[in-house]
């Protein structure tokens, strides 16, 4: 029982120090596009609204757990959104905190083509407990050499993106951290690095009521290059999918996921159930909530006959 429970802690330290030099990416990208690019804010006309929360590696005596909400509003005729989004980790005794506002400039380059530049401005906060346990300490008998320079870290935080998109594709590029904040709890440690996105994806139509969602996403983050692949079939409202999710050099992100769920009206919402191939772990849970007008409900002015492909 000693035996196991050593391993347990030295694996969540290991997640630890993982999860504040790394972002936390969920499965759900769909409730969350404003993680991944600013430039997809105010493109559905009008406003939307999602809410989701997401249990990862449930095997640890205390999984990760991610909390996320985010709002964003159209300005119609004048080209442009603004969008607000909040999220919390907790891991342990790391808690983060991160709230960003976002704004984007959206026009038509052709009668079938949209283009969209976002930026985005974030407050981040961690915290991390005074009574820490290091790796180094469980094997030596309570003895780190580990020093904490602080525990309460706040950054400024910058991002911007662009995105090309028709009603049937869509292409997207962004950049995170680009003042590369510095967040580190320990002595000589390094600021967060520079996070790229990249995002493609298309809408196939096989019936009147029936689409196939087919998309790839590309994070790198030095050292680590995670790549999603995802595949979604809606009918009738019933959404189901199956995803591969591939992370390098570590293999603590190697996953297949399984999500499904409906769209009703204003409603829509899904969840996800990953399988990791690292066992220790245990698998991870997601859920997503979405509010938005249906399309038809919405005005249709100018730019807004194109809607993009990435939302349901």
């Known amino acids: 029982m000693l035996k196991k429970l050593t391993i347990v802690s030295l694996l969540a330290y290991g997640l630890l120090v993982q999860l504040y030099a790394q972002d936390q990416l969920n499965t759900l990208t769909a409730y969350n596009q404003m993680l991944y690019n600013p430039a997809q804010v105010g ?4 406003y939307r609204f999602t809410v989701g929360h997401r249990s990862q ?17 159209s300005f119609g005729t004048v080209g442009s959104g603004i969008g607000l989004r909040v999220q919390n980790d907790y891991l342990g005794q790391l808690n983060q905190v991160k709230a960003e506002l ?58 911007a993106g662009g995105l090309i998109y028709t009603e049937n594709f869509w292409l997207g590029l962004a950049l995170h951290h680009l003042n590369n904040p510095n967040l580190a709890f320990l ?21 009147q009521q029936a689409k196939l969602k087919l998309s790839a996403m590309v994070n790198y983050q030095a050292p680590y290059l995670q790549v999603l692949l995802d595949t979604e079939l809606n009918i009738a409202g019933v959404m189901a999918g199956v995803g591969y999710r591939n992370a390098m050099p570590s293999a603590l992100g190697h996953s297949v996921f399984l999500h499904g769920g409906f769209q009703k009206d204003s409603w829509a919402m899904q969840l996800a159930y990953d399988w990791h191939f690292e066992r220790a772990l245990g698998g ?29």
Not at 43 to 46: F, K, S
Not at 57 to 73: C, E, I, K, R, V
Request: charged share 15%; hydrophobic share 40%.
């Open 43 to 46: 493109i559905t006309p009008q």
């Open 57 to 73: 590696w449930l095997l640890l005596g205390t999984p990760l757990q991610s909390h996320y909400a985010a709002f964003d509003y």
């Open 102 to 159: 976002l704004y984007g400039f959206h026009w038509q380059l052709t009668r079938r083509v949209m283009a969209s530049a976002g930026l985005q401005a974030g407050y981040w906060q961690r915290n991390l407990s005074k009574n820490l346990i290091f790796e180094d300490a469980i094997i030596n008998g309570g003895i780190s050499q580990e020093i904490l320079a602080r525990s309460n870290t706040k950054q400024l935080d910058l991002a």
């Open 187 to 207: 002595q000589d440690a390094e600021p967060v690095r520079i996070r790229t996105a990249f995002n493609v994806g298309g809408l196939i139509s096989l019936h």
């Open 284 to 312: 991870s849970i997601e859920i997503g909530l979405a509010y938005a007008l249906p399309y038809n409900d919405r005005p249709r002015k100018s730019y807004y006959d194109i809607r993009c492909p990435i939302y349901y």
